[in-house]
């Protein structure tokens, strides 16, 4: 299928919560913030993690996505075919 480079990471916070991450290519502050992130997820605080750090990543991620197809739209060329002798 293919190969693609992944960073691991694994943080454990004072409170001995465990967190998780495997991000695409070398970016290893990107697998720390990911794995802090999903260890927050774990906490009480989970709620602020999601309104804070989740929710505006998840909506550029939106909008990424969105001007992506907006731009594929307009690069769109529509075919037809006009039917002679019937």
């Known amino acids: 299928m293919g190969e693609m480079t992944v960073t691991r990471c694994s943080v454990q916070l004072r409170e001995g919560v465990v967190g998780h991450s495997y991000v695409q290519g070398r970016d290893k502050e990107k697998a720390q913030l990911a794995a802090l ?3 927050m997820m774990q906490t ?13 990543l998840q909506k550029a991620k939106d909008a990424r996505k969105t001007e ?19």
Do not use: C, I, W
Not at 44 to 53: H, K, M, N, T, W
Not at 68 to 86: I, N, P, S, Y
């Open 37 to 39: 992130a999903d260890a």
């Open 44 to 56: 009480d605080l989970a709620s602020e993690v999601q309104l804070r750090v989740l929710d505006p």
């Open 68 to 86: 992506r197809a907006e731009k594929a739209a307009a690069t769109k060329v529509e075919f037809f075919t006009l039917v002679r002798g019937e």
